[in-house]
């Protein structure tokens, strides 16, 4: 068991690493440590989700700063929380990943159920709330129908409770909200039961028809950060230097004009000037000679550049995030060298995959061994979650023939399915098979209704579905 960071103080909860909540196994939460983790769960939307949904928004701190007096204000923002975020999310999860059985007849039932759930919205809503917060949940459901459905949870709407083993096991689940008069309503999921509560008060728990908690959390890291909570200081600091940046251009261009020594007075003893103008005006008798000017400062141009440029490059380096808009992303770069220039994002996408994969199964245990009367898969079957096979693709520019070519001399090592998930936009190469004999009887069979005095048994609709033209 990792070791303990600190204790809710109130309940029997506790608070381990990654602000994971821990909770004594076989129990079940009394209103008091309801109250702990939830008094947790706030602190941690004031110091994490909120900032960083904030950092996400372009609603950055420097927007917050008090307004400078005789000084330039500029406030600029530069959004590159969105861009890291959306940038590796559409890297990791633009593709929906495969999800198959080698059964024929459940993977049918299961292509058609993700279809029907939107499965791959909901996935890659997923993927973005992970790279933003560090963390998402998956929450199975029962809709009016009793179909058996999904809907991912944002962290700050939702949190997971582990039991106190070492192999830390989800223990209950717990979906919050303010409705418009502040008052806190939400359910305590558990493995065999649930409870609503609203305030401090728990309702009597409920049985339904899940076997394990119906819900999972997706992280990538086991630290639960997101992809920018490490160059925060460096984004803010971005944001900094350009504001002052654009003040310095606007202080040139509202610059202080100097006329020293010259007497601008007319004949009446009015002086012909507009002292909006920004001028500073003194007729000194004394001064040997005139002097007209701009009030000028250093320019440090050179060095803001500098650190503009250093900033941009430490925040995609800390971040594992290339900059695609790199002179070295251009030119002629052999797909070699482009995946070297890619390997650190690889690296971190082929870790938050198993982590992925590990949620998944779970889910799909829950929902296949829960008492749906096989509406996903068939009954006799429900432990076939154990078989199911996940395929992830990146999303980036491939190049279709080579991906064609390589499919196709995997063919002659590979099964056919493995072969086929090679080739980007295959999302279910079982089907695909399927679909490919039968186009091949339907092109035998046209060929032989066009042959004259072709025997009977191979011409026809039945040709194809009979025992002898399989003979």
Same mark, same amino acid.
């Given at each position: 068991m990792v070791t303990i960071i600190s204790r809710i103080t109130t309940g029997r909860g506790q608070v381990v690493k990654g602000d994971v909540f821990i909770f004594p196994k076989g129990e079940k939460l009394t209103a008091e440590d309801l109250q702990g983790f939830l008094a947790y769960q706030r602190l941690l939307y004031d110091k994490r989700y909120k900032p960083n949904y904030n950092l996400y928004t372009s609603n950055h701190p420097i927007l917050q700063d008090s307004e400078k007096a005789w000084s330039e204000n500029n406030k600029l923002v530069v959004p590159m929380p969105r861009l890291l975020v959306d940038e590796y999310a559409g890297y990791f999860g633009g593709n929906a990943p495969t999800v198959q059985l080698e059964d024929e007849t459940d993977n049918d039932s299961l292509q058609a159920w993700l279809n029907n759930v939107e499965f791959a919205d909901e996935h890659s809503e997923i993927v973005k709330t992970v790279a933003m917060f560090g963390r998402s949940y998956l929450l199975a459901y029962q809709s009016e129908g009793a179909k058996p459905e999904v809907a991912h949870v944002e962290p700050d709407e939702g949190f997971m409770i582990y039991d106190d083993t070492v192999k830390c096991e989800p223990l209950a689940f717990v979906r919050y909200s303010w409705d418009e008069n502040g008052i806190l309503e939400g359910t305590i999921y558990y493995a065999d039961e649930y409870v609503t509560f609203t305030d401090d008060t728990l309702e009597e728990a409920i049985p339904y028809t899940w076997h394990d908690v119906p819900a999972v959390e997706f992280y990538s890291n086991e630290e639960r950060q997101g992809?920018?909570?490490g160059v925060k200081t460096l984004i803010e600091?971005?944001?900094?230097?350009?504001?002052?940046?654009?003040?310095?251009?606007?202080? $040139?261009?509202?610059?202080?004009?100097?006329?020293?020594?010259?007497?601008? =007075?007319?004949? /009446? #003893?009015?002086?012909?000037?507009?002292r909006n103008q920004r001028l500073i005006y003194s007729p000194d008798?004394?001064?040997t000679s005139a002097k007209v000017g701009?009030?000028?400062?250093?320019?440090?141009?050179?060095?803001?550049?500098?650190?503009?440029?250093r900033l941009i490059d430490l925040i995609y380096y800390t971040s594992m995030i290339p900059n695609l808009q790199d002179i070295a992303f251009s030119?002629?770069?052999?797909?070699?060298a482009l995946q070297f220039k890619l390997l650190p994002m690889?690296?971190?996408a082929a870790f938050q995959e198993r982590k $992925?994969?590990?949620?998944?199964?779970?889910?799909?245990?829950?929902?296949? =061994?829960?008492? /749906? #009367?096989?509406?996903?898969?068939?009954?006799i079957n429900k432990g076939s979650w154990l078989d199911l096979r996940f395929t992830y693709t990146r999303n980036m520019p491939q190049n279709m023939a080579d991906a064609v070519s390589t499919a196709v001399q995997a063919s002659s090592l590979l099964s056919q399915q493995t072969a086929l998930a090679m080739i980007p936009g295959v999302d279910d190469p079982q089907a695909e098979i399927k679909r490919k004999q039968e186009e091949q009887n339907e092109t035998v069979k046209n060929a032989f209704n066009s042959v004259p005095n072709a025997p009977d048994y191979l011409v026809g609709d039945d040709y194809g579905n009979t025992e002898e033209s399989e003979e």
């Open positions: 992809i920018f909570d600091a971005l944001d900094n230097v350009m504001s002052r940046k654009a003040n310095q251009v606007d202080y $040139f261009d509202n610059a202080y004009m100097l006329a020293l020594g010259l007497n601008l =007075e007319d004949e /009446d #003893g009015n002086i012909q000037i507009d008798a004394d001064a701009f009030i000028e400062k250093p320019d440090a141009d050179g060095m803001q550049e500098n650190l503009i440029n030119g002629n770069s052999s797909g070699v690889q690296n971190m $992925f994969i590990k949620s998944l199964r779970r889910m799909f245990k829950v929902l296949f =061994e829960s008492a /749906d #009367g096989g509406q996903i898969v068939r009954a």
